[in-house]
């Protein structure tokens, strides 16, 4: 194991550090699958740094705050395109250090200002045991389970080379190529796209599931240190990067040992020239005073160090012309105005679409079509206009008109006043929406379709064979066998799933039809109050605001769907293809109607699904977050953060005997008894699967 877990941390060093791997991927899939099997099968044996928690598998319901052994500073920051940033912070250093013009020049590091997500890495004895982010600079979020998964971040490091105590800090970014890619694969999926590469950096490292954190391409470069328990280690940042490099860390190559004011300026002038070729983002440039004396000379002020300066680039502007503006239908059905420019070169890259986000901008903007605007690449990713230049409008400029129907669908759009946003209501026709309704339609909380998950309806709809959610009650054993990786037994498997989601409840119904604004406690409520599909659709706003914890927005979202002929056509072949409910018959628990429960922890024989779907059967609701309103907090093993708030606000804890008691007789007794056969079937299958794949390596 131990064999294993050195080739793999070495060939992992050669692949993300030093980009000059010296096996084959499939080599290095090898050697990690054996070890997974040797650790899964012998746990007592597993390494603290095995490379396999590279792969995450922790799930928190909180980022615990921890506080910094050596406070993570910010730094005073210069913005401009000039040499005067770079001449301004020398000046500083020299007055501070009471050098005079025949002094020597001072020597200093020049790096680049990485746009990502600051970290600080705790090794002991070696070993990582600690990442954090910076936070407030005296505290930050403990993410440690996140950075094990890092290929670039070392688990261990040579003891022999390091102090006892060694925190290191720098950076997590994303490569914006790998930033292109994400966000395709998130297209793919019908799930949000990210903004630029640090927002998806910053969101995957604080990610509650390791897991997660684990698929993103995540890189660390290392820029500085915090406690170091040999004040011998390093006595200037030259020395620490040489150091730090050998024990494994990686640096921006273009980092740069300079002399002088004047060099200072020529690297800000050098990695401008350069920034577009990076594999990263950066919004600037750092100076640091290599020697650690002359750091300590320097000091602070107000939590500043004088030793260091950020020298960052401004956005970059330029003046185009706004042809037309056109809207773009989201997968959610949001309606956004883009306006169509003349091609400009701005921020390293031509821009020819600038986002204007909702009819209030465009207003905020006193934007007309053909109007002369500045454009600038906000965060040097995104195209925004600031500001028009009104000195140059033409007499035929035009103002913009939001369409009242959807460009690609027909359905009307209507406007969402508290988003301040136009949306599409063909929900369940709009092709912009398709996938999007199709997945949620199918998912196990709605109509509970096993076996159409995202890469099925995806391969469904490219082959045209799904265009509504009625259309997946008309597909058949024949179609399904013709898709790639489609067997006969497979195709038999989906068909019975979907016949078997015909038989349902009102309240999975109206979930699953996507209406904006309607989760599953609304539709629930709904379910109860109308009791029929009928009633539901001819219910005015003023009707539908009766309903418990329904208001005007959810009430007027909830119209408009019903008001799209579209929808109602697709409502009706649902029916007509024979999904169908028995009334249901209301139940009445005064202990659980109205009462609002918070699930926390592993519950001995009840899924967390379960126990929420008995509560809202009950009348009750089940929320997220334990607050003052909260009534019960339903608690199973290992339970967190939530547990111990209900203690601290005094909201009643109560166990699964207790709730079950509470709930009387009967309610989901059935649904009990399978449940609790699931999980022991899950863990047995597990187990045999473990013995199947580990039998052969002994």
Request: glycine share 8%; charged share 30%.
């Amino acid at each position: 194991m131990q064999q294993y877990a050195e080739l793999l941390d070495r060939w992992n060093y050669e692949y993300y550090v030093l980009d000059n791997p010296s096996v084959p991927d499939a080599e290095y899939d090898r050697i990690f699958r054996a070890l997974s099997e040797l650790e899964e099968r012998y746990p007592q044996l597993k390494s603290a740094t095995s490379p396999t928690l590279r792969v995450g598998g922790e799930v928190r319901s909180d980022l615990t705050k921890v506080r910094h052994a050596v406070p993570m500073l910010s730094i005073r920051t210069e913005t401009d395109f000039t040499d005067e940033g770079a001449l301004a912070f020398d000046e500083r250093v020299r007055k501070e250090l009471g050098l005079n013009e025949t002094d020597a020049a001072i020597v200093y590091d020049a790096e680049l200002k990485f746009d990502g997500l600051a970290v600080n890495l705790r090794y002991e004895n070696g070993v990582l045991v600690g990442a954090q982010t910076r936070g407030d600079g005296t505290f930050g979020e403990d993410v440690t389970a996140n950075a094990r998964t890092i290929r670039s971040i070392p688990l261990r490091i040579d003891p022999k080379l390091a102090p006892a105590v060694l925190e290191v800090r720098g950076e997590v970014i994303m490569h914006k190529d790998d930033f292109e890619k994400l966000n395709e694969k998130q297209k793919e999926l019908g799930e949000k796209t990210f903004v630029n590469p640090r927002n998806a950096a910053a969101g995957a490292l604080r990610q509650l599931d390791s897991r997660i954190t684990a698929q993103r391409p995540l890189h660390f470069y290392a820029y500085g240190t915090g406690e170091v328990s040999d004040a011998e280690f390093a006595q200037s940042m030259t020395e620490l990067f040489a150091k730090l490099t050998e024990l494994g860390f990686p640096v921006a190559e273009q980092r740069r040992t300079v002399r002088g004011a004047q060099a200072l300026a020529e690297f800000h002038r050098d990695v401008l020239a350069h920034r577009a070729e990076l594999p990263f983002e950066i919004d600037g440039v750092v100076y640091k005073v290599d020697s650690y004396s002359q750091q300590r000379a320097l000091g602070f002020v107000a939590r500043e160090p004088r030793w260091a300066c950020a020298h960052k680039y401004p956005p970059e502007e330029a003046l185009s012309v706004v042809q037309a503006i056109d809207v773009q239908v989201g997968r959610t059905g949001r309606v956004t105005p883009v306006a169509r420019l003349v091609p400009v070169f701005v921020g390293g890259v031509t821009v020819s679409n600038a986002t204007l986000h909702n009819e209030d901008h465009i207003k905020e903007l006193g934007l007309l079509i053909g109007d002369t605007v500045v454009v600038r690449r906000a965060g040097d990713v995104i195209p925004e206009i600031v500001r028009v230049v009104i000195d140059k409008r033409p007499e035929n400029a035009q103002p913009f008109v939001m369409p009242s129907v959807c460009p690609i669908c027909g359905s009307a759009v209507v406007r969402d006043e508290e988003e301040k946003d136009s949306r599409c209501t063909g929900g369940l026709v709009c092709p912009a929406q398709r996938k999007l309704s199709l997945v949620h339609f199918a998912q196990r909380r709605a109509m509970g379709i096993d076996g159409l998950g995202e890469k099925m309806v995806d391969m469904l709809v490219e082959k045209e064979l799904l265009k509504t959610p009625a259309d997946i009650y008309r597909l058949t054993v024949e179609q399904l066998t013709e898709l790639e990786r489609m067997g006969q037994k497979s195709a038999a498997n989906l068909i019975e799933a979907i016949e078997k989601s015909k038989e349902t409840t009102l309240a999975r119904f109206v979930f699953a039809l996507g209406i904006r604004h309607v989760g599953e406690a609304s539709a629930r409520d709904l379910a109860l109050f109308f009791r029929t599909l009928d009633a539901l659709r001819s219910a005015t706003v003023e009707d539908l605001m009766q309903v418990h914890d329904v208001g005007e927005v959810l009430a007027e979202s909830i119209r408009a769907f019903f008001d799209e002929p579209h929808n109602n056509a697709v409502v009706d072949e649902l029916i007509a293809e024979g999904v169908h409910w028995k009334q249901e018959e209301v139940q009445v628990n005064p202990e659980v109607a109205g009462k609002t429960f918070v699930l926390t922890g592993t519950l001995p024989t009840l899924s967390r699904d379960k126990a929420k779907d008995m509560i809202l059967s009950l009348g009750g609701k089940v929320s997220g977050s334990v607050s003052k309103k909260t009534d019960y907090v339903l608690a199973g093993e290992a339970a967190g953060s939530k547990l111990e708030k209900a203690q601290a606000l005094g909201v009643t804890v109560i166990d699964e005997a207790r709730f079950l008691q509470m709930i009387g007789p009967g309610v989901g007794q059935s649904e009990q008894v399978s449940d609790a056969k699931e999980k022991t079937t899950e863990t047995e299958t597990a187990r045999e699967l473990a013995i199947g794949e580990t039998g052969s390596l002994f």
